[in-house]
């Protein structure tokens, strides 16, 4: 089956690094997005890994090993503005879908 | 800048109702996807166009229907709303031309239409 594991909610301070973890399962495998989705909004791109290491762009980084079926975003000099859901999303199983984590809450305090 | 529009932002309906959700986006996108999200459970795919009059089935298309009868525009059909299909519904589109194409392209997501049926 199909299946894209990361946790519920996390919090971290403002100014802090935060690792958002996600493990994937899936039948194929063509890429692996993040994006960030602000409460009441629609989910931006963050991120795009298809091959194994990092990707850097500025304070948001990630990184992929397709061998383990494992991604990380790493957030770095949090801000308040960063407190939004991260969703993981691999890229496979067939017709160009998406397979969607149920997101990572992130809430940064002061 | 991509954009992708959705016909409301909020929605109520009564439980029977036919109810139309518009999506229009103003890339030349092949592809179109209809999604609904709810808590802990995140998005899943209802139904998908990769050109006009075509159409395929996501993961949970039962109870809906799907319309492309312009490049630029993807109609969510709920033929008799019920109040299990309460949710925020999102329009995204994307390249490549192709279902079958090598490669991803990210997913440009329309606002979103929060829909309750009481």
């Known amino acids: 089956g199909q299946n894209i594991d990361q946790p519920t909610e996390m919090t971290a301070t403002e100014g802090a690094i935060v690792q958002i973890n996600c493990t994937y399962q899936?039948?194929?495998?063509?890429?692996l997005f993040w994006y960030q989705q602000h409460a009441g909004e629609a989910p931006t791109f963050l991120s795009y890994?298809?091959?194994?290491g990092l990707e850097e762009k500025g304070r948001f980084s990630s990184f992929l090993s397709r061998s383990k079926g494992y991604s990380y975003l790493l957030l770095k000099e949090l801000q308040m503005k960063d407190s939004a859901s991260y969703l993981c999303a691999v890229f496979g199983g067939g017709y160009n879908k998406l397979i969607f984590g149920a997101g990572t809450r992130l809430a940064v305090h002061p | 800048d991509v954009k992708v529009t959705q016909s409301s932002r909020y929605l109520v309906k009564r439980t029977g109702e036919k109810v139309f959700l518009e999506c229009v986006q103003d890339m030349d996108h092949e592809n179109m996807f209809w999604y609904r999200q709810d808590p802990g459970l995140g998005l899943r795919l209802i139904y998908f166009s990769y050109d006009v009059k075509m159409k395929e089935k996501g993961d949970i298309p039962e109870g809906y229907s799907v319309s492309r009868e312009k490049k630029e525009r993807f109609s969510l059909i709920l033929e008799s709303a019920s109040t299990n299909q309460t949710s925020m519904y999102l329009c995204?589109?994307?390249?490549?031309?192709?279902?079958f194409g090598v490669g991803a392209y990210e997913q440009y997501f329309g606002p979103g239409t929060r829909l309750t049926v009481t």
């Open positions: 995204a589109s994307s390249s490549p031309p192709s279902p």
């Open positions: 890994n298809v091959l194994d």
């Open positions: 899936t039948s194929g495998f063509n890429g």
